[in-house]
């Protein structure tokens, strides 16, 4: 069952032509995309994912879904530059050079950072709305969702000769 939710945000991540790169914090990237585009079909998954799986009383639910709506616009920007970087890679797959893979390299740190650093300021937001075990069970479920997402995309990204 999550599995198949997973696999919307894949299609978000490896689909091609959907969506540009943005700025990190420009959330008007995300607003001008359409309601059918597969970055608001992915969001809308991760949301029923979240809304199932963490059970919330309704003063927890009134104060957590407003930062979670505003914390998932920040990811998805991380994940449309990826989206974008991965893209980017399939271009230059087969004419690698050194230079272009260092950058992908570095690129990709980068992103890793910058979804960390989301993570950790609204860490910091969602602990002032959940208590401990809500807050551990709610990151549980976005490592889930992650991890599932990295492992899908190592097995597609083959590996350079």
């Not at 420009?26 to 597969?38: K, V």
């Not at 890793?112 to 950790?120: I, Y």
């Not at 807050?135 to 083959?158: C, G, T």
């Amino acid at each position: 069952m999550l599995r198949k939710n997973f696999a919307l945000l894949l299609l978000m991540l490896t689909a091609g032509g959907y969506c540009a790169a943005a700025p990190a914090r420009d959330l008007s990237a995300i607003a001008s995309l359409p309601s059918d585009s597969f970055v608001h079909k992915s969001m809308e998954a991760r949301k029923k994912l979240i809304h199932k799986h963490l059970p919330l009383n309704s003063r927890e639910a009134h104060d957590f879904w407003p930062i979670y709506d505003e914390y998932q616009q920040e990811l998805m920007l991380v994940y449309i530059q990826r989206k974008a970087t991965i893209t980017k890679l399939g271009r230059h797959f087969d004419a690698m050079t050194d230079d272009f893979a260092k950058q992908f390299v570095m690129e990709s740190i980068a992103l890793q950072e910058e979804r960390l650093h989301v993570l950790h300021n609204y860490f910091k937001k969602f602990e002032i709305v959940l208590p401990g075990k809500q807050l551990l069970r709610f990151y549980q479920i976005e490592n889930r969702f992650r991890s599932a997402v990295d492992a899908e995309l190592a097995e597609r990204i083959p590996l350079l000769k």
